[in-house]
């Protein structure tokens, strides 16, 4: 077909014998060429761009922010490939124009034979500025499906973006390889022996992956929660699809991998938006125990740290060594490490007061000693009376009673 319209084209040409003739159609093609680059292909991409952002994705059907997106980059892209087009067919018009036809032969022939790559690349930027433009859509479309459903948190929200974007990429890059005629099923076993070798390799990472994927699902916390996983408490500060990171009270973060997560025994202390907390205090068992329950009940309605409901309680727990145990049953709305440490604080200094204020003693420990009953008993050992060698003089110093004197004065 090339060929033909350039047979017509030097057919056209022979007309032109003159130079003056030839140089004319020249500075026509040129101008011809100028404008078109310069203006018609500008004006058609512009408008082809403003009905495809206002017509389809401004439609509101489709969960996308117009704004969001950088259109001078592919715009642009296609002006220029536009320009370059027409730049290109006026320079073989030329060329045919001044008889260089073999040489414009030669350059069609070599274009026709990098038509196929051309198409090739093109496909290929075609299919990775769809993925990306894609991925773009199923971000914004997430974000709104988030932010009025509660099925999806936002740790949630992240590992289904980036599943759904591997997933894109991956089938770009199938795509692009299958329009460069590569061979899939080689490059498919390898990946499998690969993955093999990868996953016997890495096990553990590839068992606090999945794991990840199951807390996502299962969501035994959030971001946030009061938590204590396997011995460690604290806030959970990041979960990611291979480890979950808590905040102590001591300002420790603690990075828990998630296959020992999925395999611990989790307790949420958020979850229920309260919690009940406990402080045992001692009585002596000479006190009242029922007046004592009345005094202490009467404090803890005092704490202003604690709810009044549920009520707290008292309950005789034990008969400890040295006194009756009461514990002290209280509960505390939006719990954290903080806030059960100061209730606890304050429940112990309104609970110690009321008892001294009421006359109840806390005794100390107190130990009883008893001697066995077939050996009498025991009895304490009386002091010592003191004897000679208690009172046996220095040496060298002498007594009336000193054999040594005695016998110097006979």
């Not at 259109?71 to 370059?84: C, D, H, N, S, Y």
């Not at 604290?234 to 999925?262: F, W």
């Not at 209280?330 to 309104?350: G, L, N, Q, Y």
């Not at 050992?381 to 000193?402: F, N, V």
Request: hydrophobic letters at 45%.
């Amino acid at each position: 077909m090339l060929y033909t319209l350039v047979d017509d084209f030097q057919t056209f040409l022979r007309s032109l014998a003159s130079t003056e003739a030839r140089l004319a159609a020249t500075v026509v093609l040129l101008a011809a060429a100028a404008a078109t680059a310069a203006l018609f292909a500008p004006r058609v991409v512009h408008t082809s761009h403003r009905l495809l952002r206002d017509e389809v994705l401004g439609h509101e059907r489709v969960p996308v922010e117009v704004e969001s997106f950088d259109w001078k980059v592919p715009v642009t892209a296609i002006v220029r490939t536009l320009q370059l087009t027409v730049a290109f067919a006026v320079l073989l018009a030329v060329l045919v124009l001044w008889g260089f036809v073999g040489v414009a032969l030669t350059v069609v022939g070599t274009v026709q034979t990098l038509v196929p790559r051309v198409i090739q690349l093109g496909l290929t930027v075609g299919i990775v500025a769809g993925a990306l433009i894609g991925i773009d859509l199923l971000e914004s479309w997430l974000e709104s499906y988030a932010e009025e459903s509660e099925a999806l948190n936002k740790h949630q929200q992240g590992i289904v973006f980036r599943v759904l974007q591997l997933s894109v990429l991956g089938a770009a890059g199938i795509g692009a390889l299958t329009i460069w005629g590569v061979n899939l099923d080689g490059l498919l076993v390898g990946a499998g022996f690969l993955g093999i070798v990868v996953g016997t390799a890495a096990r553990t990472t590839l068992g606090s992956l999945i794991a990840g994927f199951v807390l996502m699902f299962s969501r035994p916390f959030e971001l946030g929660d009061w938590v204590e996983i396997d011995g460690d408490e604290g806030i959970v500060s990041e979960i990611t699809v291979v480890n979950t990171r808590i905040r102590n009270q001591h300002g420790e973060e603690i990075v828990i991998p998630n296959e020992r997560v999925a395999n611990a025994t989790i307790t949420n202390r958020t979850r229920l938006g309260q919690i009940r907390l406990s402080v045992d205090v001692g009585v002596d068992y000479d006190a009242d125990v029922s007046r004592a329950e009345t005094v202490v009940g009467d404090a803890l309605s005092d704490v202003s740290q604690i709810l009044d409901n549920p009520m707290p309680q008292v309950i005789p727990k034990s008969l400890g060594d040295s006194a009756v145990v009461l514990e002290c049953r209280f509960w505390i709305d939006h719990p954290s490490a903080a806030k059960r440490t100061m209730a606890k604080a304050a429940v112990v200094r309104e609970v110690k007061a009321a008892l001294d204020e009421a006359g109840v003693k806390i005794p100390y420990p107190q130990r009883e000693l008893l001697g066995r009953e077939e050996t009498d008993g025991f009895r304490v050992r009386q002091a010592r009376p003191e004897t000679a060698s208690d009172t046996e003089p220095e040496s060298g110093e002498s007594t009336p009673d000193d054999p040594q004197t005695t016998a110097a004065d006979d």
